[in-house]
């Protein structure tokens, strides 16, 4: 007997369970405080105060606003990382035109239920904040993106990639992402608000055909 000091199930004790909900409780709490009023404006004495809290407590949990931040970030990422990974599951991994499909697919679905989170990660940077050099926040920026990146490497292993637009391997798949995420952004941020959801669909498949090439892929029509 240990006196009921940890659990069976994770071998976590109960202070160890209680400050993890309260971190999350915290990080819930900022993410909504930025929706309402951006991550420029987020101040621990106004998460305090919206969950009962004094303000010296939070610092039991996080050192300063900039740690906070990197957690919300890095959570972020890895909020898309497992959405385009649950999405590439349901597409066998020779699909290469399915593939591509999803992780564009997957992208835009993911930031239109997660505007705020997608405001955080790449939205205008917040003042006065710097993401720690390779800390969390840039391990899960990798992860997020490899899906991208493997796609690629698997169409060149195959001899299917075509010729990109860029002859750099590297810009032609930042270029192919910048022309699928500026149409996520603007739609994410209603600015497509004068065409239904048909035309949207639509013009996001142009969209993305224009990736494809850019980045020498070319995924059949009939995949949108």
Known sequence: MTGGSTD?????????RLRADTVEEIK????????????ANLRFTDIARSMGMTPPALYRYFADRDELLTALVADSYDSLSDALTATHETVPRDDLDGRFVATCTGYRTWAQRNPERFALI???PV???AAPPDGPT???????MEHMVELVADTA??????SPLVPDAAESLMLAWATVHGFVALEVHGHFHAFDQDARDRLFAVQAGVAARTAGLSPAADQW
């Open 8 to 16: 069976e199930s994770g071998g976590r004790s109960r202070r160890e």
């Open 28 to 39: 819930h709490a900022a993410l909504g405080l930025i929706v309402e009023r951006g991550a």
């Open 122 to 124: 790449f939205g205008s």
């Open 127 to 129: 003042p006065g904040y």
């Open 138 to 144: 840039v391990v899960a920026a990798r992860r997020a």
């Open 157 to 162: 292993e195959r001899g299917r990639l075509g």
